[in-house]
């Protein structure tokens, strides 16, 4: 199968599970070439080698001149005339009434004509979009492509209407949901004519050479771990307020927040009025190496989001042995089993928050076999090669082989 993997950004250390996903499809036989609409613009001294391979072999959208550009505008425009202006008016559909957005319309489409230019000299049919479903659904609109997305969520369910679930089903040979919850959403806002269209390609981890962390059974200080943007998204007031409600209950407990975003100041400034400014390390973004590291020296990892897709940190974390407290949302069930991987938690509620940390501290024994059954339940369900070995299956019945015409028809 030869297929064009178009994506916001790539490669990048908020989304390594797409290079895992990408670099496994390739060992079992996928012909895949990545289309990047940006080009890493942070980070890039702290890349792999298979990242820093990954970034030489991925073509960039944006790396195109204002000459390349125009040329595209023109060349399409002259030579589709009907369907560039279908594109056209599909990219301003998007725009609504807002005049920011206008914008943003303009620019997607200019990075369709691009891409699409680019693909029509490297013989691509096929696009997989994960990212950039608007750019896709304008290729799909000018350019003779067939289009297929996996939707990660949960941004994209927040305002359906307008990032046009239904019509990029419609439009779509295929959408790939990372859940099941992910699927009822597509499903709740897409018409069920189409629902034949929509498939569950779990996201996963390559389990091999991940030594499970050393348990510790009564450890001082007991360290949790949360990772993921600082941004409102993620609620980390509420996680700072059960850090606090723990260390008045006389409980040492220490907590490392890996990441970055707009947040940071006011959390550090939330941490000083509750007392815990000394409890807590803004540990900034980490690499692959130094995040495996930080997982291996914690007890717990905790999240209090109020969004999520199905967050593979907890994957990570889980297959190491670590234990997790999550809030009960999205597809957050299907990967952590409540009372047997770790807790699961009301949404808000710092209460709940604060006694599942404080029951798993008290109960070394729990701990210990949540341990044992979170690398088995990431094994057998979230495995990347399982599950690659899936989502190739899902490609094989929708998209075209080479040479033999073969793929579902739309």
């Known amino acids: 199968m030869k297929i064009a993997y178009l994506l916001?950004?790539?490669?990048?250390?908020?989304?390594?599970?797409?290079?895992?996903?990408?670099?496994?499809?390739?060992?079992l036989g996928c012909d895949i070439q990545t289309i990047s609409i940006r080009r890493p613009d942070a980070h890039t001294w702290a890349m792999s080698a298979a990242e820093s391979e990954e970034h030489k072999s991925t073509w960039y959208v944006l790396g195109s001149s204002w000459v390349e550009f125009l040329r595209a505008h023109l060349t399409t425009s002259w030579t589709r005339p009907v369907r560039y202006l279908r594109g056209l008016r599909t990219a301003w559909r998007f725009a609504r009434s807002a005049r920011h957005r206008s914008v943003y319309a303009?620019?997607?489409?200019?990075?369709?004509?691009v891409a699409g230019q680019w693909l029509g000299k490297a013989?691509?049919?096929h696009v997989h979009s994960v990212f950039s479903s608007t750019v896709a659904l304008?290729?799909?609109?000018?350019?003779?492509?067939?289009?297929?997305?996996?939707?990660?969520?949960?941004?994209?369910?927040?305002?359906?209407?307008?990032?046009?679930?239904?019509e990029k089903v419609r439009a779509a040979r295929f959408v790939s949901a990372i859940s099941h919850f992910g699927k009822s959403q597509l499903m709740l806002w897409s018409c069920p004519a189409d629902w034949q269209k929509l498939e569950v390609t779990p996201l996963g981890i390559d389990c091999a050479g991940w030594v499970p962390v050393t348990f510790r059974e009564c450890p001082t200080p007991f360290h949790l771990i949360s990772v993921g943007r600082l941004a409102p998204a993620k609620g980390y007031p509420l996680l700072l307020e059960a850090v606090a409600a723990l260390v008045s209950e006389g409980r040492d407990i220490h907590l490392t927040l890996v990441g970055e975003g707009p947040e940071h100041s006011q959390l550090a400034d939330q941490a000083r009025r509750l007392g815990i400014a000394h409890?807590?390390?803004?540990?900034?973004?980490?690499?692959?190496?130094?995040?495996?590291?930080?997982?291996?020296?914690?007890d717990l990892c905790v999240l209090s989001s109020f969004a999520e897709g199905i967050p593979v940190v907890f994957m990570e974390a889980m297959a190491l042995g670590v234990p997790c407290v999550a809030p009960r949302i999205a597809g957050i069930p299907e990967l952590i089993r409540d009372g047997?991987?770790?807790?699961?938690?009301?949404?808000?509620?710092?209460?709940?928050?604060?006694?599942?940390?404080?029951q798993i501290m008290d109960k070394p024994a729990l701990r210990q076999q949540m341990s044992l059954s979170s690398r088995e339940r990431v094994a057998e369900k979230y495995n990347l090669r399982k599950n690659a070995r899936h989502l190739a299956e899902v490609f094989s019945r929708y998209v075209p082989q080479k040479g033999d015409g073969s793929g579902r028809r739309d």
Not at 12 to 26: A, M, N, S
Not at 106 to 113: G, K, N, R, S, V
Not at 138 to 165: A, C, W, Y
């Open 8 to 27: 916001g950004e790539y490669p990048t250390l908020g989304h390594t599970y797409l290079l895992r996903e990408v670099r496994e499809l390739r060992k």
């Open 106 to 113: 303009m620019a997607y489409f200019t990075e369709a004509l």
């Open 279 to 298: 409890k807590i390390v803004f540990a900034g973004w980490k690499t692959q190496t130094e995040l495996h590291d930080l997982y291996r020296t914690s």
């Open 138 to 166: 304008i290729l799909s609109r000018v350019f003779d492509v067939k289009v297929s997305m996996t939707i990660h969520g949960p941004q994209e369910f927040v305002n359906p209407i307008d990032f046009g679930i239904r």
């Open 340 to 358: 047997v991987d770790g807790f699961l938690v009301t949404p808000a509620s710092v209460e709940e928050l604060v006694a599942a940390i404080g």
């Open 123 to 125: 013989g691509f049919t």
